[in-house]
């Protein structure tokens, strides 16, 4: 299984954001892909959680209501976009993926596959 995220760049505040996880090599869509950033000199945190089966999600609640998810008819690419970006978005975004749903634990859970990562930077 592969991850690969695309879509980063540098975007004005209050600006929005698509980023892309496209996977490979699942044989099923029953699998979930996680979101996460990590900024420089902190933590990793999760973004949200989404079953790629029926885009069923759980988000990190500092986010909530700037995130808006979609998927591509293949069921392989997950679609994150991002409004109203503050200089503090600025991050490294990762997705992850694990086989099934999404589970409460999304946020500190191992995955067993991870992406390369795409920047964002947020700045006039």
């Known amino acids: 299984v592969q991850l690969v995220e695309s879509g980063g760049g540098l975007v004005q505040p209050g600006g929005s954001l698509r980023l892309s996880c496209t996977t490979s090599?699942?044989?099923?869509?029953?699998?979930?892909i996680s979101w996460f950033r990590q900024a420089p000199g902190k933590e990793r945190e999760g973004l949200a959680c989404v079953a790629m089966r029926d885009l069923s999600t759980l988000f990190a609640i500092s986010v909530k209501d700037r995130l808006t998810f979609s998927r591509d008819n293949t069921k392989t690419t997950l679609y994150m976009e991002m409004k109203s970006l503050k200089p503090e978005d600025t991050a490294v975004y990762y997705c992850?993926?694990?086989?099934?749903?999404?589970?409460?634990?999304?946020?500190?859970?191992?995955?067993?596959?991870w992406g390369q990562g795409t920047q964002v930077a947020v700045s006039s």
């Open positions: 090599g699942f044989t099923s869509d029953n699998y979930a």
């Open positions: 992850a993926a694990t086989g099934g749903r999404c589970l409460w634990t999304w946020a500190r859970m191992g995955y067993d596959y």
